[in-house]
DNA sequence: CGACATATTGAGATCCATCAACCAATGTGG
DNA sequence: CCACATTGGTTGATGGATCTCAATATGTCG
């Protein structure tokens, strides 16, 4: 996992710095107010949002009852990624949680870039792959660990979860009910 | 899901003959007997697997217990994925469970021909994504779908799984007991 | 046939969801 | 500035899903 995001680091370190402008022309920034929505269900994700500083959550309604896919935190990529990869409509909402400055990049701007800059194409490949690591680690802990085990990993990679996401969301996103976190917690 | 598989399946199709041969001048056929592991625990994952014409499975070992991770079938690819991109030691064995034909692609010369024949590159960035997509699609499974709904799914995208995969890998793959999966299939 | 792998069935324990009541902090309108 | 609503979190009781352990059954292949 870390080694994936030292070579995306390292990579972009050593970027050009032509390439680094086209990104940089192709990208805007933008300021959302909590609560704010960077997409909807049924909107097709047509930009990709990092997360400059801010927190933001990614989720999607099964019967009614939203499900927290992903958190995401300073330096974070957010994108709803069929929606994003296949230019259809998202299942997923994407919404800020505080105060957050975005800045998202289009995506057919990002493609043509991509063409005459190849090592965006590269650093695409590269994303992709840690976003594919990044899944797989989290099957592997549904696999394997119970909800006590996974809130412990959560809390042990992200200390200052708990003071910025609502324990509500921190409960979906690890597949329990918040009744159930609450006694994990009560517990230690 | 089926929409990236149709992109790349279209891709593929239409891909010029000089690339194709290159990717076939890089493979190589090979038949492998039930029981025979293309990939252990601690090795690098040099190439990527082909099923040409089998079945195999993919899986690592937690508290001695063997977790089934994916199971392969005509025209699969398998790889322990971060191995492969990381080029370092592999948690999971891929093995196959019926005698097998598989074509592997050596993974420094796709590399190499990547860089020649940019195609290449983006069938493999496709690829990564149709995994990523697939990743995704199995933890939303996780997330919303009790035991019961997770092998009716499973058996209704691949009705003859049943067939050809030992009841303890697809209870493993589905994230039960064997036990559990038994009475489930019992139940109906 | 015998042996080993594979699958079924039963009983008890455990984890976790659900429903419901309650509490604490925050914010808002009059 | 108070009364009350709202949001977010806790706690208790109960039931359901699933695991584990153990016994039994059913292959399947030399």
Redesign the pocket.
Known sequence: MISQLDKINEFIARLDTETLTVLNRISVEKIFKKGDFLLRQDEVCKKSFWVVKGTARKYYLNDG?EITTELYFDNDIAISFDSYCLQKPSREFIQVLTDTTISQTDFSSFQTAKQQFPKLAILDLMMTEYYAMWLEDRLFQFHT??????YSKLIQDHPYI?QN???????SYL????????????KK
Chains 1, 2 share one sequence.
């Open positions: 009852k660990m119970d909800a006590t085990s996974r708990v996401i609502p324990l509500t969301f921190i409960a597949g329990v009910s918040l009744e159930t976190l609450s006694r994990i917690r009560a």
